[in-house]
């Protein structure tokens, strides 16, 4: 009942004035007969709100009710005063909106059934792997068949000559992500060449063309915080390292809204990343410059809806893992 502050005011003042009151009720009447509720206390301010019946129609007025009291005759012009408002307030009440006004019932949102555990694809997401083969990627050069490895349940990069980045046969827009990768525990090198991939958000050419989530050890390797795991390369700098040691699955989900451009291929809205990293906020609806360069500044390049793409980078280290992707295209 936010729309009674002066009543609520006038209530919480005389609880704490009228000292002479020994015992008191007060009542709230329904205007529209549903309902009548009593208090032995005085309604607080800030808690009165909350003692009304939800969805009753109609404003409501509160009554005082007092009895046994021993009262100077100041005190009784303080509840005269009282009572001479009260037209007042039922006025006020009577203008204000009812809560229903407020409520939206349509469009309901579809029943979509979570996964059974954490990090599960719910009922609506497509599959993007699972563990059992690369139907739904390819080349991100030639779109031949990917011909990343399968091992044990998660797909490995292949970092042999002429293998490459793949993406997703499906293009995308807007987006949510759920993407799980290892860095090898017996990983070596440093900076950015130690379990060095990549979450292309929307690839937008061959090679590493398009939006990169990095993909690094960051457990215990200094690089260029814009370049580490969690950052949109060379964009954003996370807002937290959330690494787990090599070896330890990791997970990245994401929310991705495209950018949006005019016909004549001008920017007309830039694009958006929210990225969790092992359920840490990193990236907060950060606003990208355009897409990923690695040298020079970021600029946009118009597209509609592309691919999403995983890196195989050329560092020697030993090459990292993905399992357990899905995605939910968003409306
Ligand atoms: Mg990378």
Redesign the pocket.
């Known amino acids: 009942m936010g729309s009674l502050p002066v009543y609520r005011l006038l209530l919480h003042w005389q609880e704490g004035k009228l000292a002479g009151i020994r015992d008191f009720r007060y009542a709230r009447y329904v205007t529209d007969g549903a309902e009548w509720r009593s208090s032995s206390r005085a309604p607080q301010a800030g808690r009165a709100a909350n003692t009304g019946s939800r969805g009753a129609s109609g404003g409501a007025l509160w009554c005082m009710l007092i009895s046994t009291m021993t009262l100077q005759p100041v005190k009784l012009l303080v509840i005269a005063s009282l009572l001479a408002v009260g037209p007042a307030i039922a006025a006020q009440e009577a203008s204000t909106p009812n809560p229903q006004a407020t409520e939206a019932w349509s469009p309901v949102p579809p029943v979509v059934t979570p996964g059974a555990t954490m990090g599960a694809p719910p009922s609506d997401a497509i599959i993007l792997f699972d563990g059992r083969n690369l139907n739904e990627w390819v080349s991100a050069q030639d779109h031949t068949p990917a011909r990343w490895l399968i091992r044990d349940g998660a797909m490995v990069v292949n970092k042999a000559p002429g293998v490459g980045n793949i993406e997703t046969r499906r293009r995308f827009r807007d987006y949510q992500l759920h993407i799980e990768w290892r860095i090898p525990a017996d990983v070596t090198g440093s900076g ?1 060449a130690r379990g ?3 979450v292309f958000l929307a690839s937008t050419g061959p090679g ?1 063309g398009g939006y ?1 989530l ?3 050890d960051s457990y215990s390797n200094s690089t260029y915080v814009n ?1 580490m795991a969690g950052s949109l ?1 060379k964009q954003s700098i996370p807002l937290a390292n959330a690494a787990r040691r090599p070896g330890r699955w990791q997970a990245y989900d994401v929310v991705w809204t495209a950018p949006r451009f005019n016909s004549d291929g001008s920017l007309k809205r830039p694009a958006y990343a929210t990225v969790f990293w092992n359920g840490v906020l990193v990236d907060d609806h950060f606003e990208l410059k355009g897409q990923t360069l690695y040298i020079g500044k970021p600029f946009y390049k118009a597209y509609d809806e592309a691919p999403i793409k995983l ?1 195989a ?1 050329g560092d020697p280290s030993q090459p990292i893992s993905f399992r357990n992707i899905w995605v939910r295209e968003l409306p």
Request: a negative charge; charged letters at 15%; aromatic letters at 8%.
């Open positions: 950015q060095n991939s990549g590493d990169e990095q993909v690094l370049g390369y890196q980078h």
